[in-house]
């Protein structure tokens, strides 16, 4: 296990973390930019909330009890699938469905905090209390699945180039990455989001 990881450290300084580095950035920017934009149309702003609101109340996670741990369950079942995708989207031989799904992510948390401003709740204890004791965890293993993603997608471009290229190495290596660094990541975050973000938010 020591030496799997020791690997996955190799890999991110030698092939992802350029990648994740900028689509940390295009996810910043993204909800900077739906935050800033929104506050300034309101009647956009209160279209985009509701319709977050039915996308968040369609998934049928808000019901499940925190307590027997379905919440966290419905949580990390959710949150993979939104990953996978990221991930599968790797294997479209162009990098818009990638960025696409990156900058809707980073686009929703700008319009929660955009309607909260809005109704003169603090942004700030939202960011604190209710993203980033889970966020730390699912907001990398969702921006690491776009780097892998990112890392495939190159990968199909030089197999096309140059028939030698070793494309089915570098899909291993990434769908490691995606099993042993993104999903437990994804888990941890399931249950803080379910156990612990609750109790900063007062619930």
């Known amino acids: 296990m020591k030496n ?13 973390g350029i990648h994740f580095l900028w689509i940390f950035i295009l996810f910043f920017l993204s909800g900077l930019t739906a935050y800033f934009y929104l506050l ?12 977050v609101t039915a996308m968040f109340n369609q998934k049928d996670i808000a019901h499940l009890d925190a307590q ?46 955009a309607y909260l401003k809005f109704n003169g709740n603090s942004v700030m204890e939202f960011l604190l209390a209710g993203v980033v004791p889970h966020g730390i965890f699912e907001i990398p293993a969702i921006i690491l699945a776009g780097a892998l993603a990112v890392t495939i997608t190159l990968g199909v471009y030089q197999k096309l180039d140059n028939r030698r290229f070793p494309l089915k190495s ?11 660094v993104c999903l437990p990541l994804l888990l941890i975050a399931a249950l803080v989001e379910s156990f612990v973000t609750p109790l900063f938010l007062g619930v």
């Open 68 to 113: 027997t741990g379905e919440l966290a369950f419905g949580l990390f079942w959710n949150n993979s699938v939104a990953c996978l995708l990221i991930f599968l989207s790797g294997f479209i031989p162009i990098f818009l469905p990638t960025l696409g799904i990156i900058c809707f992510n980073g686009a929703i948390i700008g319009i929660i905090m």
């Open 170 to 180: 570098v899909i291993l290596d990434a769908l490691k990455t995606f099993l042993f």
């Open 4 to 16: 799997l990881y020791a690997e996955q450290w190799r890999l991110f300084k030698t092939k992802y």
């Open 40 to 51: 300034r149309d309101e009647k956009l702003l209160v279209i985009l909330a509701k319709w």
